[in-house]
């Protein structure tokens, strides 16, 4: 079965600079999570989109924007890296009608150095 | 708010033992629970889940049960194995479309 998909799988940024991380949802999925796991933390919710327009908002940094597009997929850019955005940042979609299920992907390991 | 709190770890144990990791919640009506597990250096993996008071969620021999009354979704297997070992995250969802909030995970190691 088809899966959630990250890229990159890892990402390796110095301090100021720019990252964009993409997640394409499995077929047919609308609503599209981005979560942030910082080193030995819980996952945190970012940021949610249904049907290409914003959700939900977490608690996600000014400097970080994200959208999704017309075949679903999302980007998230993070714009001047700081070494505490070096973290594990996983996308989650999940079908329409409501399932409550989120199916995550494998996640984008982005480290700043 | 909503919340989720789980025993804290590291929680080591014996091939074949019995294991619980206790999971509380905070949150108003009637969220959906879950338990999710993180392999090392892998992705989030669901469980198992359940959507309503009283139910009983199953997988690979793990259970979990929603009980609305003490407001825990307790996790439970007869027999850990080696492979079981992970970092195991209590969750909940208010609704279907709503965020997933996890608890700070709890780390298993299984040694033979």
């Known amino acids: 079965a088809a899966g959630v998909i990250q890229s990159p799988r890892h990402l390796i940024k110095e301090k100021r600079e720019t990252a964009t991380l993409k997640c394409y949802p499995i077929?047919?999925?609308?609503?599209v999570y981005w979560y942030q796991q910082g080193p030995g933390q819980d996952p945190q919710f970012l940021i949610s989109?249904?049907?290409?327009?914003?959700?939900d908002k977490g608690s996600i940094p000014d400097r970080f924007s994200a959208q999704q597009f017309s075949d679903y997929h999302s980007e998230l850019n993070m714009s001047s890296l700081e070494l505490g955005d070096s973290a594990l940042y996983f996308c989650?979609?999940?079908?329409?009608?409501?399932?409550?299920?989120?199916?995550f992907g494998p996640g984008t390991r982005l480290t700043v150095t | 708010g909503n919340s989720v709190t789980q025993m804290e770890g590291p929680v080591t144990l014996s091939e074949e033992a019995f294991l619980t990791i206790n999971c509380t919640y905070t949150a108003t009506g009637y969220p959906s629970l879950f338990w999710y597990v993180q392999y090392p250096g892998e992705g989030l993996q669901l469980l198992l889940k359940?959507?309503?008071?009283?139910d009983k969620g199953s997988n690979k021999g793990f259970e979990a049960t929603y009980r609305k009354e003490t407001t825990s979704f307790h996790l439970e297997k007869g027999s850990v194995q080696v492979s079981d070992s992970a970092v195991y995250f209590c969750a909940l969802q208010k609704t279907s479309y709503d965020k997933v909030i996890f608890g700070p995970g709890t780390s298993l190691s299984v040694i033979p």
């Open positions: 989650a979609s999940s079908p329409p009608q409501g399932s409550y299920e989120q199916y």
């Open positions: 359940a959507t309503k008071a009283d």
């Open positions: 989109f249904y049907e290409k327009m914003q959700s």
């Open positions: 077929p047919r999925h609308d609503t």
